[in-house]
């Protein structure tokens, strides 16, 4: 995602179809008419899509063109005029917060921040037996970056180098894990995405965060690494996976450690901010548990049974969208409003009476501007089983713009096991030729990765 993904810059007459930027962070498609807060509820896990088969109003995507409306974005302020608007504020709800007395997570802010400054900080302690990140490259002054050429394959880094680095993702492949993170068409911007993978004896993990935002790339960067390091240390010594309570304390260290980082880099987290979805699964139960905040999504499916056509939907997350129901009256009792403006796609997030921040989501880590209007970085849960012969996607919006959990099961379930590494190729190319073919001079950021589940593990504690 870029700086530019998560709002929009419009006139009067609409969207600015030649600003520069990137696709319109968060499409929400609901059928039926519009209303000024948007749709009530959320979509199912099978139809939780951001798919451009129509929108609030029920028009076709051809039709957003004949209104001069464009997936794509201009500055992070956006401007108001003749837009929906929601009407009185609600009563102020309840504040949404850990619960009380739950145990608090082992990593604290001091001691992520010690440990983050190099991989081998992050590594120290943990039983990994496999181990990368995705890693933005600094540029010549302080906050820039590198910016990748268009569709190249994220660098990463590993413990033992660029050698150990391919020898790791050859094994992965063999055991069903494929990972491809894209950059997007956006000439003015790095990939904003950022993930890691991370085998330790008992736990698998994984993690994505899509970037927005002016350094929204740098925010990504830091929060998958603060992860992983709080992660580890999570579950050096647990004997399963941990507690809701236990990965929402996790949430909220890792946004006050990017606060922290933020001041120290040089980066400003007013406007920028990053989705975070992770997912571990006990390798030795099978059992799976996904948490995030934002939109990027985690599915996961089985082949059709059966002789059907259609893989099943075993879990899929529900993206957090400001138009939902709790989320909106959240919102609107911290003093923001939530609003889609003329010729946009999204609902999005403003402060009330002004023209920011204008996000569209209503959860993210960092964004400090929309949290002091609501957004929080509260995460949501699924737990399930990630059995033999069952398949789990986690991605970014990149993905999910135009393809359906339906279909991007379909994807990996006909390749199977064998072809996953093919599977994540087709859906990274794919997710962009719809992106192309939609708007022809931009893409979304894209990062897909697919893990088939795996027979049980012996206890790493058992006796041989």
């Known amino acids: 995602m870029s700086c530019f993904t998560a709002c929009c810059t419009i006139e009067k007459k609409g969207i600015l179809p030649g600003s520069p930027g990137s696709p319109t962070k968060g499409r929400f498609t609901p059928k039926g008419p519009a209303s000024p807060g948007g749709k009530e509820g959320s979509a199912s896990p099978e ?22 409306c464009t997936r794509r974005g201009g500055s992070h302020i956006v401007a108001r005029r003749n837009s929906e608007i929601d009407g009185p504020p609600e009563a102020t709800p309840e504040p949404c917060s850990l619960a009380a007395g739950s145990p608090f997570c082992l990593a604290t802010a001091s001691e992520v921040m010690k440990a983050i400054g190099n991989l ?5 302690g943990a039983d990994c037996e496999a181990c990368f990140l995705s890693m933005s490259t600094p540029g010549k002054w302080k906050a820039a970056a590198v910016i990748e050429p268009e569709f190249e394959e994220k660098k990463c880094e590993s413990m033992g180098g660029a050698q150990r680095l391919r020898e790791v993702r050859e094994r992965l492949l063999q055991e069903g894990v494929g990972i491809a993170c894209r950059k997007g068409k956006k000439p003015e911007q790095p990939n904003q995405d950022s993930f ?66 933020a001041a120290t880099e040089g980066f400003d ?30 599915v996961c499916g089985r082949p059709p049974a059966g002789g059907g056509s259609k893989p ?23 003093g923001g409003e939530v609003i889609r403006l003329p010729n946009d796609v999204p609902h999005r997030v403003f402060v009330r009476g002004r023209e920011s921040p204008g996000l569209a989501m209503s959860r993210a880590v960092g964004d400090l501007l929309a949290h002091s209007v609501g957004v929080n970085h509260v995460p949501g849960f699924k737990r399930f089983n990630l059995e033999e012969g069952s398949v789990l996607l986690c991605c970014s919006d990149g993905v999910w713009e135009f393809i359906k959990n339906m279909e ?32 022809v001079s931009v893409t979304d950021d894209i990062t897909v990765i697919a893990m088939w589940g795996a027979p049980k593990r012996a206890h790493p504690t058992a006796p041989a």
């Open 312 to 334: 099943e939907v075993i879990s899929a997350t529900n993206d957090h969208k400001p138009q939902d129901a709790e989320e909106r009256r959240r919102i609107i009792g911290s």
């Open 408 to 439: 991007a099961l379909g994807v990996a379930t006909k390749h199977g096991i064998a072809g996953v590494g093919e599977a994540v190729r087709q859906l990274a190319q794919e997710s962009r030729n719809r992106w192309l073919k939609e708007e």
């Open 120 to 124: 081998e900080g992050i590594m120290e």
């Open 47 to 68: 139809d939780n899509e951001a798919q451009g088969e129509g929108d609030d109003d029920g028009l076709a995507v051809g039709d957003y063109k004949s209104m001069g």
């Open 196 to 261: 890691f993978f991370a085998d330790t004896a008992r736990f698998r993990l994984c993690c994505v965060a899509d970037g927005h935002g002016e350094f929204g790339h740098w925010v990504s960067h830091w929060v998958v690494r603060m992860t992983l390091k709080a992660l580890l240390m999570e579950l050096a010594n647990a004997e399963g996976l941990p507690q809701d309570d236990a990965v929402a304390q996790i949430f909220d260290v890792i946004h006050k450690c990017l606060k922290l980082k």
């Open 269 to 298: 987290l007013l406007l920028s901010g990053t989705t975070l979805s992770i997912a571990i699964v006990d390798r030795t139960t099978q059992q799976a548990l996904t948490a995030w905040a934002g939109d990027s999504r985690c």
